[in-house]
């Protein structure tokens, strides 16, 4: 691996299911965040990490939650998805300030 | 997300130049941003610029911020049809936040 990687790519979920959507990046960033994309409201935060064991809300976190249990891993928690979740969800990580946040390809996630 | 405004729609010509907006809150942030989406395609970082400066240019693209007004705009020089994409802004406080998204067409 090489960058930041999402998983699934897609996923059609049936609502009140339980859904995780993993990222993993390998370049041993401190910050990792999860936006998601919807048309004309472009990149929300939901949450974010700032470094392994601490986590912070953004500005959409209801309905989610996150767990940053090492520098590798972020994944991203639907307890309970709505119709509203429908959404492409993007994971990037950071390094130091200034520097680039690298994204990960998304995941297009439909909740019906 | 609420914090950070552009419009978002821009269309010129292939040739022009273009110039898109971006207004943000927080005298705070550091450093400043411009992400590149190409359609079906996460971001990619275009260029950055710290609180601190008022000006950077790399090759077509100049950035200008003025800090008292929290204006930051991005300049394509010479506009070409592959510059379409959506572009944004965003800034870094204790998160990162971004801007709509700004949907640049290039017309021939």
């Known amino acids: 691996i090489a960058g930041i990687t999402q998983a699934p790519t897609s996923q059609i979920l049936a609502a009140g299911r339980r859904m995780t959507l993993r990222c993993t990046q390998d370049?041993?960033?401190?910050?990792m965040y999860w936006y998601r994309q919807d048309l004309g409201l472009g990149l929300r935060l939901i949450h974010y990490?700032?470094?392994?064991?601490?986590?912070g809300k953004g500005e959409v976190p209801d309905g989610y939650s996150v767990s940053r249990a090492n520098t590798d891993d972020f994944p991203l928690t639907l307890a309970s998805a709505v119709p509203s979740q429908t959404s492409v969800y993007f994971c990037?990580?950071?390094?130091?300030?200034?520097?680039?946040?690298?994204f990960g390809q998304g995941t297009r996630l439909t909740v019906v | 997300g609420e914090d950070v405004e552009q419009s978002l729609f821009l269309s010129v010509r292939e040739g022009d130049s273009s110039v898109i907006n971006c207004t943000y809150t927080?005298?705070?942030?550091?450093?400043l941003y411009w992400y590149k989406q190409e359609p079906g395609a996460g971001l990619q970082l275009l260029t950055y610029?710290?609180?601190?400066?008022d000006m950077k240019q790399d090759q077509r693209l100049t950035v200008l911020l003025n800090k008292k007004d929290k204006h930051l705009s991005l300049r394509i020089a010479d506009t070409q049809t592959g510059d379409s994409a959506i572009y944004f802004c965003?800034?870094?406080?204790?998160?990162?936040?971004f801007g709509a998204g700004t949907r640049l067409t290039v017309k021939p």
């Open positions: 990037a990580s950071s390094g130091a300030p200034g520097t680039e946040a690298f």
């Open positions: 965003a800034e870094k406080r204790n998160d990162m936040r």
């Open positions: 610029i710290f609180s601190n400066m």
């Open positions: 927080d005298s705070s942030s550091t450093y």
């Open positions: 370049m041993r960033h401190n910050a």
């Open positions: 990490s700032n470094t392994a064991g601490t986590t």
